[in-house]
């Protein structure tokens, strides 16, 4: 049986407001579990209770209720943490020290030190393509960089486990998928991903199970395929396909008792062409 | 994947990786500006003294140097501590660190031992400016005692130039300078951690010191006369007990007059301010241990 990366069990957080008599609850009753080596997205609009219950897991904040563990440590004990890499929701480090002194900090604080610590923040700078900035100051890095380098720092602990809260917001294109292409790379390396994002291209890319959370609750969960798909429908896409051809094929299908639900031209996904106009050498 | 190591519940080396941070953090805010007005001013009063005053100048120069000492050190731990934790939170890089495996506790002295690095570098450097220029104007006052002083009473009057100069017994009052910037910056560290602005933190925190420093008159005022009230006397030892009592640490009037600090009382006003150091570090820990980020 494999481990559980997360597992929360009946979870709830109340928030009390000022001047309110009844308290805000973030989250109610929430349970759920993510295999180890799983790609788990959890989405939700914005005030549905992610955050505070990623910052329940990540100890941040305790919970009113329930428990929740990592890799089976209970998530208010320090200890839990030696499993998890964070990245925040644009993420802001010391702006005075360069890419590689900021993963010297904080590999010193996942205990890490000497040469081990030396080698293990060049390697970093080098997975999420820093390496040549490595000399240079945060204050200088773009966005896309500052997104970089928080991943580089979340992994400098050799985690278990990512917690990754919007690691493409404000992202153009080509680092956004640079960077969904570092999440697979992680996900192939065994590493549990718990992605928060409101991209949701990319989580249908990226994901192997959703949770959906609204008004603190988890409303649906499951895998990908089988919360979009339509058992009762297939998709064929065919090429040069004449009129005729089309007509012949809604005609064969009504009389097996089958009915053409919709004919289109397939569109091209805008990121891919995107990507491919901007990629093209002059 | 590799296997989580042993988790030590307490490490030298992360508070030790947060101080040093923190140091380059307040160094990099150009706090060191204070620190040239502190020797602007100490010159500048040298100077001032040659000309203006009728005491002894050294005597003139020890009072300004110390008391400039105090005040700067004071006021550089108090803006430097009120930013530190508003600032983390607000740039959610408090969250990225406390999301490694680092106690709240650690982050804390972590922090706080940054600022206590600072400080003391500070009084260190203004240390060697005021005995610089305590120097000079010791050299100059010998020179002209040379010139205008009758041969039979030079020996004399230099000796007592140079007993009025920088000599050790200064060392124990710098101390205690030290002591109390450091105290009250574990005291901003504390109301930092229950306030939610750095304005209120700053503000609360001068309002403490002013207390800290009238409370002795207070209490003598208060008590001193042969009729007081029972509330009055609760009354003051509330104050006397969550206050420190700052006036305590101002013992820098009678060394700059030459008189030497009895060792008795360096020891118990340094460990009652080393007391209040702990006690405000415990409490800063209990509140921020059990606060929501």
């Known amino acids: ?25 973030a989250v109610k009753n929430l349970s759920l579990e993510v295999p180890a080596g799983e790609v788990y ?18 100890g941040l904040v305790s919970p009113s209720a329930g428990s929740s563990f990592l890799f089976n440590v209970n998530s208010r004990h320090v200890e839990s943490r030696e499993s998890v890499g964070f990245l925040p929701e644009n993420p802001y480090f010391y702006k005075y020290l360069t890419g590689l002194e900021t993963l010297l900090f904080f590999g010193k604080l996942c205990g890490l030190r000497g040469k081990t610590l030396q080698d293990k923040a060049r390697l970093m700078l ?16 773009s966005k896309g960089m500052l997104q970089r380098i928080g991943l580089a720092q979340a992994l400098i602990g050799e985690p278990r486990l990512l917690v990754l809260d919007e690691p493409t917001a404000g992202v153009d294109p080509a680092g956004s998928h640079e960077i969904r292409d570092l999440i697979l790379q992680f996900k192939a390396q065994g590493i549990t991903v718990l992605l928060c994002s409101h991209m949701l291209n ?44 089309l007509e012949t094929c809604a005609r064969l299908a009504a009389e097996s008792g089958a009915r053409v639900v919709e004919n289109r031209k397939p569109h091209a996904d805008l990121e891919r062409f995107f990507l491919k106009i901007t990629r093209q050498k002059p | 994947m590799p296997a989580s190591p042993k988790h030590s519940l307490f490490s030298p080396r992360r508070v030790l990786a947060l101080a040093h941070n923190t140091l380059l953090e307040l160094v990099r805010l150009k706090v060191f500006y204070f620190l040239l007005l502190f020797a602007f001013l100490v010159i500048g ?15 003139v120069l020890k009072d300004i140097g110390l008391g400039a000492m105090s005040i700067f050190s004071w006021l550089l731990g108090l803006l430097c501590t009120a930013g530190l934790l508003p600032k983390d939170q607000e740039d959610r890089t408090l969250y990225t660190i406390l999301a490694k495996p680092v106690s709240r506790f650690e982050y804390l002295l972590g922090k706080l031992s940054g600022v206590f690095f600072l400080l003391t570098l500070a009084v ?14 010791e050299q100059q006052e010998i020179a002209a005692a040379v010139q205008n002083t009758p041969p039979e009473s030079l020996a004399q009057e230099i000796e007592s130039i140079r007993s009025a100069a920088f000599q050790a017994n200064l060392l124990p009052g710098i101390l205690l300078i030290l002591l109390k910037s450091l105290l009250c910056s574990t005291l901003t560290l504390l109301l930092s951690t229950i306030a939610s602005s750095s304005v209120f933190t700053i503000l609360s925190s001068v309002v403490i010191y002013l207390i800290g420093h009238v409370q002795g008159i207070a209490r003598e005022a208060w008590l001193g006369g042969g009729e007081t009230t029972a509330v009055l006397k609760v009354l003051s030892a509330s104050v006397a007990l969550v206050f420190p009592d700052l006036q305590l640490f101002n013992v820098v009037d009678e060394i700059a007059v030459g008189t030497a600090l009895p060792m008795a009382l360096f020891w118990q006003v340094g460990g009652l301010g080393l007391f209040y150091i702990l006690i405000y570090f415990l409490l800063a820990q209990v509140v921020f241990a059990s606060r929501e980020l």
């Open chain 1, 1 to 25: 049986m494999s481990i559980s990366a997360i597992s929360i069990q009946n979870l709830s957080k109340e928030f009390h407001v000022p001047f309110r008599r009844e308290p805000l609850r």
């Open chain 1, 41 to 58: 997205g959890l989405l939700g609009p914005n005030g549905s209770g992610k955050s505070t219950t990623m910052k329940i897991l990540l």
């Open chain 1, 126 to 141: 080098q997975t999420v393509g820093l390496a040549d900035a490595a000399d240079r100051r945060l204050g200088g890095y």
């Open chain 1, 202 to 245: 990319q989580v249908q890319e990226i994901c192997d199970r959703i949770g959906v959370m609204n008004r603190g609750e988890l409303v649906a969960e499951g895998r990908l395929d089988e919360l979009l798909s339509s058992p009762n429908q297939t998709e064929l896409v065919l090429e040069n396909a004449s009129p005729s051809l």
């Open chain 2, 45 to 59: 009063s040298s100077i001032f003294t040659v000309k203006f005053s009728f005491q002894n100048p050294l005597q």
């Open chain 2, 124 to 137: 260190v450097l203004m240390s060697v400016v005021f005995a610089g220029v305590l120097g000079l104007r």
